[in-house]
């Protein structure tokens, strides 16, 4: 089931472009969920057995709990336990019955619904159909990204210098990288549309992968205007930009000669807008991680997307590792909807 | 860096501990073999993991990045599990951890497939393994299956009878409560499988979670049931067990027998396939959550112990137990006549 903002701007907002001529071919085609296939739908009061679901009373686990801190030096309240009990909804949490037990690849529905309702005050994307998906952190996303886009042999264009773990992915893939020429910005634009204008290569260039914030290694992070500009040779090449971005709300801006340290309002971050937040077209597959922000080993991220490329995310997930932890996805949910709330999660972050 | 301590590494980019939300995650489990709900409150054991380490790491470790290994003392149970109920015949067999077993499964098999290969499969098999090899263009190469599950000489017959471009390498099979047919292999079964895949040096995917869940024969007689489950120690033993050669892949997951949401599993191989996992899962999911690594293994390790976790999974494949005796004395009041 694909999100749709509820915001009365989002009913103005275009629809994503149709991009499914740069899937790959077996993602061309629709195919099922495969956990929709084993599963099936409800009906009436039958009780599906095919998936193996292992009876929730089966579960040794009570209660789960975990103290908090605060989320900011400043800011001192908001600290506490956190708990998540066996079959109640805990807040805005599912049980931990429902937590524990075997769900879609789309990711827990709390866990979701504060990462669209944090998306949207973040970088409002500027077209209507995006939705969002659960990962376990970008190495594994930025290969299902990928693999939506490239099969074995394809090319993808990377920065000059790029992460390691995502050029070791490509040698696994067999995906040859592209290096496009840097500055201290990071992607040069006049190189990338010269790149793909005079490629000649066996088959097509049809996705970007650049890291715009912190970028690693070389730490570059790319101005509102290097960032549009990269966006309109997207546009005119037709590429697909993943946008790998785990340090995206670390930005140190200058030294300002006060720190506000109680700002609640995401203005108050001062960070350059995303790639995601100019992209009218819907080309952009925004990658984010808790990993830098949070913890690393949570393994847990999120993938933001057109709704059409979520629903092929969401077969990758079933196809290998289901979805993250639902427990974990739990605990952060719970930590992020009750406990901190967006308030508290945004002094979090302008602490860090 | 080894050689002075008083060096910091930047090079990995690690997070400092002191930004990590919790300072204390845990649950309340009931006792080794009890139940949440037949368990009082009161003696509900307390499992509790905190920025300080003991019996195992602190916080600061299972939140913190590591390697595709998982934490020490999560990995070293699953390790000395394995040891204790398959006590593998070959010296150099090790475990690494996985998401559960779709994973393990993709995993194992992109080690030895690529695009264009075919995999042996029971003529029925796990659908969720069909939506995982199509995007990997493998084919699936059907083995007649009975009531035992795969016929060796079926599997001999279509290895032997292969024309295809490239030669089959791997089989997979689901030996225990096979998904969909319920079928499990016998001792004699599983010898003769064995004999058939070294004939044709094939590698086995020995997918099992249901592992735990042997029966004794249903009766109809409920006065007396329950007397001769086979616990741990008389399950019928496990393709790893039988493994001489080192061509089993174990897929082991707690999804069945602790919960599926905490996306916790472990592979047995040889270590050189056991490492080549670990770079594997250092290039995608990293390794299991650490929320969920730290409250199995503080569970493991603090409270239950190995005696407690088997004492657990008996109790298990008596639920389990109970369940199938319903569902059949239901079927036989209901169906008998009709199917």
């Not at chain 1, 108050?268 to 690393?296: E, Y």
């Not at chain 1, 080993?297 to 993938?303: A, S, T, V, Y």
């Not at chain 1, 909807?337 to 860090?352: F, K, M, Q, S, Y």
Request: aromatic letters at 8%.
């Amino acid at each position: 089931m694909s999100f749709t903002t509820s915001t009365a701007l989002a009913s103005k907002l275009p629809q994503a472009k149709d991009l499914s001529h740069l899937f790959v071919p077996t993602f061309r085609i629709h195919q099922k969920s495969p956990f929709k296939a084993v599963m099936g739908t409800p009906t009436l009061d039958m009780i599906n057995m095919a998936g193996g679901v292992p009876h929730p009373s089966t579960f040794p686990l009570e209660q789960v709990q975990a103290t908090v801190r605060a989320p900011s030096h400043a800011a001192p309240g908001r600290t506490g336990t956190l708990s998540l009990e066996r079959t109640q909804a805990n807040g805005s949490t599912e049980s931990l019955n429902e937590l524990l037990q075997y769900n879609d690849g789309r990711g827990m529905a709390s866990y979701c619904r504060f990462l669209r309702q944090f998306t949207e005050q973040a970088h409002a994307p500027p077209y209507a159909d995006w939705d969002v998906v659960a990962s376990c952190g970008n190495t594994d996303s930025i290969a299902k990204a990928v693999s939506l886009f490239c099969q074995q042999g394809d090319h993808i264009i990377v920065e000059q210098y790029s992460f390691p773990g995502a050029l070791s992915n490509l040698v696994f893939a067999k995906v040859k990288p592209v290096p496009v020429a840097m500055d201290i910005e990071g992607v040069d634009p006049v190189a990338l549309d010269s790149l793909c204008s005079s490629w000649t290569g066996a088959t097509l260039l049809r996705a970007i992968y650049v890291i715009p914030t912190g970028q690693n290694p070389t730490g570059a992070t790319m101005s509102l205007a290097r960032r549009k500009a990269l966006y309109a040779v997207a546009q005119k090449h037709d590429l697909v930009i993943i946008e790998d971005d785990p340090y995206y709300f670390l930005q140190l801006g200058p030294m300002p000669e006060t720190q506000d340290t109680t700002a609640t309002d995401m203005n108050k971050l001062s960070l350059v807008p995303s790639l995601l937040s100019l992209d009218t077209d819907g080309r952009v597959i925004r990658l984010d991680s808790f990993s830098k922000i949070l913890a690393p080993n949570l393994r847990c991220g999120w993938i933001t997307a057109p709704a059409y490329i979520q629903d092929r995310m969401q077969i990758l997930n079933e196809s290998t590792i289901l979805q993250p932890s639902g427990l974990t996805q739990g605990v952060i949910s719970r930590l992020l909807n009750d406990t901190w709330g967006i308030e508290g999660w945004i002094e979090h972050l302008n602490a860090l | 860096m080894e050689a002075d301590p008083t060096l910091l590494s930047l090079g990995a980019g690690l997070p400092h501990p002191s930004t990590f939300p919790f300072a204390q995650i845990g649950a309340h489990v009931a006792p080794a073999g009890a139940s949440v709900a037949n368990t009082a409150p009161a003696d509900m054991l307390n499992v509790s993991v905190t920025t300080s380490s003991g019996a195992i790491e602190g916080l600061g470790k299972f939140l913190q990045y590591g390697n595709g290994r998982g934490v020490p003392s999560y990995a070293a149970f699953t390790r000395e599990h394995t040891h204790r109920v398959h006590d593998p015949k070959y010296v150099d067999w090790d475990t690494v951890v996985s998401l559960g077993n779709t994973d393990a499964f993709v995993k194992a098999l992109m080690l030895f497939y690529t695009s264009g290969d075919t995999l042996l499969v029971d003529e029925w098999t796990y659908p969720a393994i069909i939506g995982t090899v199509v995007p990997m263009n493998i084919q699936l190469a059907p083995v007649r299956m009975d009531a035992e599950g795969m016929v060796p000489e079926a599997l001999d017959h279509v290895c032997t009878n292969w024309t295809g471009e490239r030669k089959l390498r791997m089989v997979y099979t689901i030996p225990t409560a096979q998904n969909p047919t319920g079928a499990t292999m016998s001792i004699a079964r599983k010898r003769a499988i064995y004999a058939v895949a070294q004939k044709h040096n094939l590698v086995i995917i020995e997918d099992d979670p249901y592992y735990y869940l042997q029966f004794e024969p249903y009766t109809a007689d409920s006065e007396h049931r329950y007397t001769n489950l086979p616990g741990i120690t008389s399950l019928v033993p496990s393709l790893l067990s039988l493994d001489t050669d080192g061509r089993v892949i174990r897929l082991d997951s707690f999804s069945k027998v602790l919960a599926p949401g905490l996306r916790c599993g472990w592979v047995t191989a040889p270590k050189y396939i056991t490492d080549k996992i670990q770079f594997h899962n250092e290039t995608s999911i990293q390794q299991p959550a650490g929320v969920s690594q730290a409250i199995v293994a503080s569970l493991m390790n603090e409270q239950w112990g190995h005696s407690g976790w088997e004492r657990h999974l008996v109790q298990i494949q008596r639920d389990y137990a109970m369940r199938r005796d319903l569902f059949v004395d239901l079927c036989l009041k209901h169906l008998n006549g009709l199917v």
